[in-house]
Structure formats: structure tokens, C-alpha cells
């Protein structure tokens, strides 16, 4: 499993920064480092991961109110394709990434999983995978920060079975505040032995 880019669209403070990585990593088979902090547009995407402690003081990103396409082209333009990245020895995904935004910088707890959707054009034959023909769709979904590597590596490695998950409302469902909650996630006690608050099944109340 690769590494993946995050994106700070505000300013974040160390804090929040830190709950992020010690949230999203809590569960028992996710790795100890994930995530790559990309601060600003003209810096080369390079190691190494984000760890904690985090340096102080809080760093001044490069992307403030960035667009989504405007972060889309960014990977296209210094990901995607690329293989070797200085100080960093794995892979950066190319099709994933993942936001932390001003309504991340209030709650505390929620983050944007981006996701490039690459498909046949439909009439395709089932087996047929032209890399010129691909229809490619950006989809994201803001999501706890607690289930944030388990949704982007699950979409890395197969999202038709992860869209096949979303269409059962009890086991995943988007609340009145825009989130989606994995209760199938967070119901797995081998994988959050000792979260104390797990959301509800579903549907949305």
C-alpha cells in the first residue's frame, strides 16, 4: 500500500494537524505513517511522511481556498506517472488524496478523501482495459478523520467493492452534516478494539 498526499486548503493549526495523524491511524492495520504533508504549489513533492511531534510553530500553507481542480491538476501534473520522489523511498498514490479544510480546522475531526474514478466507457467489452479510453471521474466524500486511511486505501485497491458497501445505508450513510459515517468500520472491534464512541448503524437518523 502507497503513501498519500494531504492538502490544507486553511490554515491548520499543529493541533488539529496531529489529531488528524494520530486518528487516522489508529486502527490495527493501518500504517504508522500514511500521509504526506504537500505545505505549498512550488515545492517538489517529497519525503519524508508526516509524523508526530510536529515542528512548531504551525506552517503557513501554499493553498489557501484552493479548488478542488486546482489540486486535481497538481497531481496530475507532479504525481501522476511519477515513480521516484526525493527523500521518500515508497510510492505516492497517484488517484487519491486527501483535504483538510477550514470546516476541518473548526471541528477537528473531518477531513475530504478525494478519489479519481477510472472506468471503461459504458458499452465496453467486461474484460477491456484501454488506458486512451479511460473515463476518469473525481468523487469525494468528507469522512471522520478515524476512518480517512481506511476509506482512501480501500478506494486505492478496489473501490467498485467499496461503492458496492456504500449502497447498504446500514452499514454506511451520509448524516445531516454532510459526513459519512462507516459504522461497518468502526464496529470492528479487532481493527478499534478500544474506541470508546462507535457511530450508530444506519440508516441516518
Not at 488539529?16 to 515545492?43: C, D, G, H, M, Y
Not at 465496453?124 to 466524500?141: F, H, N, P, Y
Request: with cysteine.
Amino acid at each position: 500500500m502507497g503513501t498519500f498526499l494531504v492538502f490544507c486548503t486553511a490554515q491548520i493549526p499543529n493541533e488539529t494537524l496531529s489529531a488528524f495523524v494520530t486518528q487516522s491511524t489508529r486502527a490495527k492495520s493501518a500504517p504508522e505513517s500514511p500521509w504526506i504533508l504537500q505545505k505549498t504549489p512550488s515545492e517538489d513533492v517529497h519525503g519524508p511522511e508526516l509524523t508526530l511531534p510536529l515542528p512548531s510553530p504551525s506552517f503557513t500553507t501554499g493553498f489557501q481556498d484552493a479548488s478542488p481542480e486546482t489540486l486535481q491538476k497538481f497531481m496530475v501534473e507532479n504525481v501522476v506517472d511519477r515513480h521516484d520522489f526525493p527523500d521518500f523511498e515508497g510510492g505516492i498514490e497517484w488517484y487519491q488524496f486527501v483535504v483538510l479544510d477550514s470546516q476541518s480546522a473548526e471541528d477537528k475531526s473531518t477531513c475530504l478523501v478525494y478519489h479519481c474514478a477510472r472506468r471503461m466507457p459504458e458499452g465496453s467489452a467486461e474484460d477491456e482495459w484501454d488506458e486512451k479510453k479511460l473515463v476518469s471521474e473525481w468523487k469525494v466524500w468528507r469522512v471522520k478523520f478515524l476512518v480517512a486511511w481506511w476509506l482512501i486505501s480501500g478506494l486505492c485497491m478496489n473501490d467498485q467493492a467499496l461503492f458496492q458497501v456504500f449502497e447498504d445505508e446500514k452499514d454506511t450513510y451520509t448524516d445531516r452534516d454532510g459526513v459519512l459515517q462507516m459504522p461497518y468500520l468502526e464496529h470492528d472491534e479487532y481493527e478499534y478494539p478500544d474506541l470508546e464512541h462507535r457511530v450508530p448503524w444506519g440508516p441516518a437518523p
